[in-house]
């Protein structure tokens, strides 16, 4: 099935909910139920629910993205930062920014900078969303059966989906 929701993510931040995502009135999140788009809890938390159900849940951390994990806190030598020239980019390697990464088998990743000093720049590599308890609240606006293709493909195709 083919089902598109309207949500509000909350996580607590110091005691207090806040939200942290949610979907446009005029953008609906789309998804192919089953297709292992979005993390399973979510999707069972919407079966069996039809057009107009409203339903609020909690996926703990380790159902949703996973606890936080102090390995994935890493000591990158400056060096690694420093163009020809010997500069750092003090706009783009700054605390609290996102960077983008590549290891040396050429796999992507995205971390948080965390703090700079002389020798090196500590990154986290945990999703943002380790750690936190996630609380929904999710409206169903539609559902209807996939088609052939988007069932053959695994992914929506069309309004809020893919498009070949």
Known sequence: MVVSVHYELKIDKEGELVTADKSQPE???????????????????????????????????????????????????????????????TNAIRVGNILPMMDNQGNQFQGIVCEVNSEAVIMDFNHPMAGKELNFTVSVVEVRPATKDELEHGHVHGAGGHHH
Do not use: C, W
Not at 53 to 74: C, H, L, M, P
């Open 27 to 89: 953008q609906p999140l789309v998804y192919l139920h089953g297709a292992g788009m979005l993390l399973p809890e979510f999707e069972a938390n919407l079966i069996g629910k039809t057009v107009g159900d409203a339903v609020s849940f909690k996926i703990a951390a380790e159902n949703g993205y996973g606890v936080r994990n102090e390995q994935e806190i890493v000591n990158i030598p400056i060096e690694s930062f420093k163009d020809n020239d010997g500069n750092i980019d």
